[in-house]
């Protein structure tokens, strides 16, 4: 159902409503539920267009191409990390303190669930709150890096206004001169704890999101177009369960013709709506 007819829109999130009520949801969410934050999707309305998203195979074979990832990522970092949850993220954090939400299961890096009180997470994709070394393994805070690079690079000025994507980084002008931060402990190639693509989800990330299914009643798909295979390899869990399925996303997705309920709206509006109905 489209946001275009306020009646039947309101009339197609009771629905939903029914169908998930007495019911422990999951959630999985994608790059839609943060527009509304600041940061674009990949696909769809208001997705970024400049610049396809860094691949795990240029990333590791191409020293130019990782050099204007780190730029771009550090030019974007401190912007996204002002970013800060909309009414869809808090939605879900209350329901979840409702008892309704047996927790989310997120493609997205940006942490906003947890700043919004959600604590049962789980970050399928990774988080840019991290930075792993490739060699050694050897965790470091974000924030540290950035430290790093501004020692390495102190030329480097941040802008107020940048134009982030889902990962956080933004289109550099120039990345001549720039020297890319290396692991303090084994001097190792630094990538960020996120999935690029082309790259598997980690198993055990996986697997905790199958387990949080079965304990789940029902899945609520907010703000994913479940183009990435992971995304819809769950959902297809959740149907052969055949557990109320409730897709709201403003634009088609792969899981359409499986969902019990489809509400072609922004997760701003439509989270809000249910969980005051659910409450």
């Known amino acids: 159902m489209s946001a275009s007819n306020p009646a039947e829109l309101s009339a197609t999130i009771a629905h939903a409503a029914e169908l998930l009520r007495e019911k422990r949801i999951a959630l999985l969410t994608g790059a839609g539920i943060s527009t509304d934050s600041g940061i674009p999707a990949y696909r769809g309305e208001g997705a970024r267009t400049r610049s396809d998203p860094m691949t795990i195979q240029t990333y590791l074979g191409d020293e130019a191409a990782r050099r204007r990832y780190w730029v771009g990522g550090h030019l974007g970092w401190r912007a996204f990390a002002r970013a800060t949850p909309n009414p869809?993220?808090?939605?879900?954090?209350?329901?979840?303190?409702?008892?309704?939400?047996?927790?989310?299961?997120?493609?997205?890096?940006?942490?906003?669930?947890?700043?919004?009180?959600?604590?049962?997470?789980?970050?399928?994709?990774?988080?840019?709150?991290?930075v792993l070394c490739l060699r050694c393994g050897q965790v470091f805070d974000r924030r540290d890096i950035a430290v790093q690079i501004e020692e390495l690079n102190?030329?480097?000025?941040?802008?107020?206004?940048?134009?982030?994507?889902?990962?956080?980084?933004?289109?550099?002008?120039?990345?001549?001169?720039?020297?890319?931060?290396?692991?303090?402990?084994?001097?190792?190639?630094?990538?960020?704890?996120?999935?690029?693509?082309?790259?598997?989800?980690?198993?055990?990330?996986?697997?905790?999101?199958?387990?949080?299914?079965?304990?789940?009643?029902?899945?609520?798909?907010?703000?994913?177009?479940?183009?990435?295979?992971?995304?819809?390899?769950?959902?297809?869990?959740?149907?052969?369960?055949?557990?109320?399925?409730?897709?709201?996303?403003?634009?088609p997705t792969r899981a359409d013709a499986w969902a019990d309920v489809t509400i072609a709206a922004g997760t701003s509006d439509v989270l809000p709506a249910l969980q005051e109905l659910l409450s």
């Open 154 to 251: 102190p030329w480097i000025t941040v802008p107020e206004n940048v134009a982030l994507a889902p990962d956080g980084d933004v289109l550099p002008e120039s990345t001549e001169g720039f020297v890319i931060p290396t692991c303090t402990v084994c001097g190792g190639m630094l990538k960020p704890d996120v999935v690029f693509f082309g790259e598997y989800v980690p198993q055990d990330r996986f697997r905790a999101a199958e387990s949080l299914l079965r304990s789940s009643s029902a899945l609520i798909v907010a703000g994913s177009s479940l183009v990435v295979n992971s995304g819809v390899r769950l959902v297809e869990r959740a149907r052969r369960r055949s557990i109320p399925l409730i897709i709201v996303n403003r634009e």
């Open 88 to 130: 869809g993220h808090i939605a879900l954090a209350q329901l979840e303190a409702d008892g309704n939400v047996s927790g989310v299961i997120t493609q997205n890096v940006d942490g906003l669930h947890l700043r919004a009180g959600s604590s049962h997470v789980i970050e399928v994709h990774g988080t840019m709150r991290r």
